[in-house]
T-cell receptor
Framework: KQEVTQIPAALSVPEGENLVLNCSFTDSAIYNLQWFRQDPGKGLTSLLLIQSSQREQTSGRLNASLDKSSGRSTLYIAASQPGDSATYLCAVSSGAGDNDMRFGAGTRLTVKP | EAQVTQNPRYLITVTGKKLTVTCSQNMNHEYMSWYRQDPGLGLRQIYYSMNVEVTDKGDVPEGYKVSRKEKRNFPLILESPSPNQTSLYFC????????????FGEGSRLTVL
């Protein structure tokens, strides 16, 4: 059974810092991995989708990497801004024999002005 | 505008009173899914559908029903709601489970008294 873990659970940084959020998963037989952002009381917004054959994806100040063999993904946020404050979740879409998609518990990020 | 629409957004009901949460997407997506989000437990999948008339159980299907008679709609039915189904519910869709970016609705907050 696929398990997805995100560390740390919460992170507070001053504005302008570069930061890394971590996601690990136990079964490397995945179709894809996605990073989402969730603001309080809101739905999830997809940030980056990495297919199993890819190593990384970039969008603006965000860069996500995927290492299937080690069961890890990182989300790098450059030059953080207060507007980046939110909870960031990773989700793994797994192969046959498992129930579809599993989410990590998220990392709650606070960027202080 | 591409979107996933859920209704109602907020609902307070009583134990045993059947209710339906509707979900509609305008992106011609094949894959749709329902999740519930609870503090400390994260996002858990209830049911998903790979296409019309094809549905499968997720991690927590007990007490819920779904149907997929049309591609755009994927309603979640609670035949006899109980207080432990008080939660924040999300519907999501994508082109396909394997390759698709997942789009989420804004969420439906349900309270069962």
């Amino acid at each position: 059974k696929q398990e997805v873990t995100q560390i740390p659970a919460a992170l507070s940084v001053p504005e302008g810092e570069n930061l890394v959020l971590n996601c690990s998963f136990t079964d490397s037989a995945i179709y894809n991995l996605q990073w989402f952002r969730q603001d309080p009381g809101k739905g999830l917004t997809s940030l980056l989708l990495i297919q199993s054959s890819q190593r990384e994806q970039t969008s603006g100040r965000l860069n996500a990497s995927l290492d299937k063999s080690s069961g890890r993904s990182t989300l790098y946020i450059a030059a953080s801004q207060p507007g980046d404050s939110a909870t960031y979740l990773c989700a793994v879409s797994s192969g046959a024999g498992d129930n579809d998609m599993r989410f990590g518990a998220g990392t709650r990020l606070t960027v202080k002005p | 505008e591409a979107q996933v629409t859920q209704n109602p957004r907020y609902l307070i009901t009583v134990t045993g009173k059947k209710l339906t949460v509707t979900c509609s997407q305008n992106m011609n997506h094949e894959y749709m899914s329902w999740y519930r989000q609870d503090p400390g437990l994260g996002l858990r999948q209830i049911y998903y559908s790979m296409n019309v008339e094809v549905t499968d159980k997720g991690d927590v299907p007990e007490g819920y029903k779904v149907s997929r008679k049309e591609k755009r709609n994927f309603p979640l039915i609670l035949e006899s709601p109980s207080p432990n189904q008080t939660s924040l519910y999300f519907c999501a869709s994508s082109l396909g489970r394997v390759t698709g970016e997942l789009f989420f609705g804004e969420g439906s907050r349900l309270t069962v008294l």
